[in-house]
Nanobody, 123 residues
Framework: QVHLVESGGGVAQAGGSLRLSCACS??????????MGWYRQAPGKEREFVAG????????HYGSSVQDRFTIARDTAKNTVALQMNMLKPEDTAVYYC??????????????WGQGTQVTVSS
């Protein structure tokens, strides 16, 4: 079993920055071909892929709307993954969910979700 706990988020002005962190606990958190990352969901919209990272290879990939503004990184020793969000836009306002997968990438399948953390960007 895997338990994901998110921290960070809050309110920022457009052009500002926020940082999210997700801690993974459970034996599967250190498994090979394990992936973590983030999705988000704005009111009235479908859940959207934001960023992902494969645990074994360290490869990263991003949604087109956040490319070159957001950076995902891991702390292997702490089993955490962070999302640094820069140049925030009002359209980044959403609930951000940490996601984990036993597949190489969270875009294939999400096996575990965090509880979600609110990010609000004011114009």
């Amino acid at each position: 079993q895997v338990h994901l706990v998110e921290s960070g988020g809050g309110v920022a002005q457009a052009g500002g920055s926020l940082r999210l962190s997700c801690a993974c606990s459970g034996s599967e958190c250190t498994a090979d071909d394990y992936a973590m990352g983030w999705y988000r969901q704005a009111p009235g919209k479908e859940r959207e892929f934001v960023a992902g990272l494969s645990w074994s290879g360290g490869s990263t990939h991003y949604g087109s709307s956040v490319q070159d503004r957001f950076t995902i990184a891991r702390d292997t020793a702490k089993n955490t993954v962070a999302l640094q969000m820069n140049m925030l836009k009002p359209e980044d306002t959403a609930v951000y969910y940490c996601a984990a997968s036993l597949r190489p990438t969270i875009t294939v399948q999400v096996d575990y979700w965090g509880q979600g953390t609110q990010v609000t960007v004011s114009s």
